[in-house]
């Protein structure tokens, strides 16, 4: 069964550090996510991309995290300088469409822990 | 998140009913969604219904909408050690934007 790929599974870093998150979706999926989740709470939208192109980056923290899409395919969110606050699982998704349904299939997640 | 509320824990017996319940706020939603989540794993889709139906069932899964109120329900039939998991309802938009409650953990005592 295809799987959306996430790298590298966990993160330990210093605050002010830069870090970085891979995320490869299944194949052929034409929208991928990038959510945030806080223990304890349900994902966040950071920015949802339509090939290449962004298509919501309106609730990430656009001084600190960037998201590209080069070629339409992977994807890598970095954040930098991390900060505390920044600790989260940070979930990739990409999606399709089930009898009109946008359903999400998730990666396993990167878990960032900032010191 | 504030769209989306639900009630945070939920324990049952093996064999009883569970029923996970849901509130959201927008009435733009044309989807709702319900995802399981288990330890250190992403999301994974459980099933989801339309915004003009009323019920979905599919084997075990029962979905129940009531859009006047805005309120959605999950009721699992027969339900096994293997259903402890954080159940997270979601509900979506046309542009493909998926809103996402902060999700009810299910525990399923022997």
């Known amino acids: 069964e295809a799987e959306v790929a996430q790298s590298p599974r966990y993160k330990i870093t210093e605050k002010s550090q830069a870090v970085a998150f891979w995320c490869d979706p299944i194949?052929?999926?034409?929208?991928l996510y990038w959510y945030r989740q806080i223990l304890g709470q349900g994902p966040e939208l950071l920015v949802q991309?339509?090939?290449?192109?962004?298509?919501?980056d309106s609730q990430l923290p656009k001084d600190r995290f960037s998201a590209e899409r080069l070629k339409g395919v992977d994807s890598t969110l970095k954040i930098q300088p991390a900060e505390l606050g920044d600790s989260a699982m940070y979930l990739c998704?990409?999606?399709?469409?089930?009898?009109?349904?946008?359903?999400?299939?998730f990666g396993a997640g990167s878990r960032l822990t900032v010191l | 998140g504030e769209d989306v509320e639900q009630s945070l824990f939920l324990s049952v017996r093996e064999g009883d009913s569970s029923v996970i319940n849901c509130t959201y706020t927008?009435?733009?939603?044309?989807?709702l969604y319900w995802y399981k989540q288990e330890p250190g794993a992403g999301l994974q889709l459980l099933t989801y219904i339309f915004s003009n139906m009323d019920m979905k069932q599919d084997q075990r899964l029962t979905v129940l909408l009531n859009k006047k109120d805005k309120h959605l329900s999950l009721r699992i039939a027969d339900t096994q050690t293997g259903d402890s998991a954080i159940y997270f309802c979601?509900?979506?938009?046309?542009?493909?934007?998926?809103?996402f409650g902060d999700g009810t953990t299910l525990t399923v005592k022997p």
């Open positions: 998704a990409s999606s399709y469409t089930l009898s009109g349904a946008n359903v999400l299939t």
């Open positions: 991309f339509q090939d290449e192109s962004v298509v919501d």
């Open positions: 194949s052929g999926h034409a929208t």
């Open positions: 979601a509900w979506g938009t046309n542009a493909g934007k998926s809103t």
């Open positions: 927008d009435s733009s939603s044309t989807y």
